[in-house]
């Protein structure tokens, strides 16, 4: 299947401060997805992209899809204590935008010092 | 009470043994999903269903097999369990493409 490779791997940062983390693919996506996993729970979808281009925002969180289609970037800006957690891109798997299940970059694991 | 629900969250199982995951979900979503997290290697996909006649396989689905006894429930099988068959798993279902809402997950070691 198609391969997302997620940076940075980890990210240990003072908080107040803006993060940035980015995901890659061999092949273009139709759809980027970000999602967030705290401790013991399961992803939460954070940001839902649908268009080379397009800019989303969330709360302190914007993501953009890549205009080549094959990337996607997801900032966070002013971070707090509960921001912390794995964050995921995520992509469709096969040609029904996400329908016939997803697949996951490696995670960035954000980690906030006080 | 949670939309989807993973049972049981924890199990420790032998070599060898069959062993089954269940999800239920009240959310009313038509397709559920079942993946497989490992650590530092995200999550991949084992089985998918869009209702209780359709089930797909997806990129792992080797040694592994589902149930879809009814619209809102889902349940993940191995046959015989395998080392490497320790991971945390997670059902998931979905209303639009992409948009996937997720258990708490069940951890799984086999021994």
């Known amino acids: 299947g198609q391969q997302l490779n997620q940076s940075p791997q980890s990210m240990f940062i003072q908080e107040g401060e803006d993060v940035s983390m980015n995901c890659t693919s061999s092949s273009i996506f139709n759809t980027w997805l970000w999602y967030k996993q705290d401790p013991g729970e399961g992803p939460v979808l954070l940001i839902a992209l649908y268009k080379a281009g397009e800019l989303t925002s969330n709360g302190r969180l914007t993501a953009q899809f890549g205009i080549t289609r094959k990337d996607s970037f997801l900032n966070i800006s002013a971070s707090i204590p509960s921001d912390v957690g794995i964050y995921f891109c995520a992509g469709p798997l096969g040609r029904g935008g996400g329908a016939d299940g997803l697949t996951f970059g490696k995670g960035t694991h954000l980690i906030i010092q006080p | 009470d949670a939309d989807v629900t993973q049972t049981p969250r924890n199990r420790i199982t032998k070599t060898g043994k069959r062993i089954m995951l269940e999800c239920s979900q009240t959310?009313?979503?038509?397709?559920m999903y079942w993946y497989r997290q490992d650590p530092g290697l995200g999550l991949r996909l084992i089985y998918y269903?869009?209702?209780?006649?359709?089930?797909n396989k997806g990129e792992i689905s080797d040694g592994y097999s589902v149930s879809r006894q009814a619209q809102a429930k889902f349940s993940l099988s191995l046959e015989s369990a395998i080392p490497n068959q320790t991971a945390l798993y997670f059902c998931?279902?979905?209303?639009?493409?992409?948009?996937?809402?997720f258990g708490q997950g069940t951890r799984l070691t086999v021994v």
């Open positions: 959310k009313g979503h038509d397709r």
């Open positions: 998931a279902t979905s209303d639009f493409p992409g948009r996937a809402f």
């Open positions: 269903s869009f209702d209780v006649k359709d089930i």
